[in-house]
């Protein structure tokens, strides 16, 4: 069985806010719903979703502007991120996507918001990473970081 929901948030894999997605009812009811990632959906519902749509899309260029220059910021800068390790170069931990999003808007760079930054293989050395940021629906940009270890 499948359950009809309008997402509340942006889910990897599966959605951006306010789309209508069909999904099965156990991760409906286990998962999605009890973080508050979605709402059932309604025919009123659907109505309001149609209105929000609308005026997204009137605001949809000034954010799209604004995900290409934030792109050629993060294309251009290498972000530098201070982290404490071991005398391998091995950290204790991993940087995180918050770590990231402040190391960013420390350098002057805009400000990213960490759910967007994705990290793939985590980082848990010194030495230069990579990561992505999913700016906009349309503008994907790379994020070069530099992990240097804490004195």
Do not use: C
Request: no cysteine; net charge positive.
């Amino acid at each position: 069985m499948t359950t009809k929901l309008i997402l509340t948030h942006d889910v990897t894999h599966l959605g951006a806010a306010g789309e209508v997605v069909e999904v099965k009812d156990g991760y409906a009811r286990n998962y999605l719903l009890p973080r508050k990632l979605a709402t059932p959906w309604t025919k009123g519902a659907q109505r309001q979703i149609d209105q929000m749509a609308e005026a997204r899309r009137k605001r949809a260029i000034d954010s799209l502007e604004q995900a290409q220059t934030a792109r050629a910021w993060l294309h251009e800068n290498v972000v530098t991120v201070s982290a404490t390790a071991g005398a391998n170069g091995r950290l204790f931990g991993a940087v995180t996507t918050a770590d990231l999003a402040d190391a960013v808007k420390a350098a002057g760079g805009p400000a990213l918001d960490r759910r967007k930054i994705e990290v793939v293989p985590p980082i848990k050395s010194t030495g230069r990473h990579s990561a992505t940021v999913r700016l906009h629906t349309d503008v994907v940009a790379p994020l070069e970081v530099n992990v240097v270890a804490a004195r």
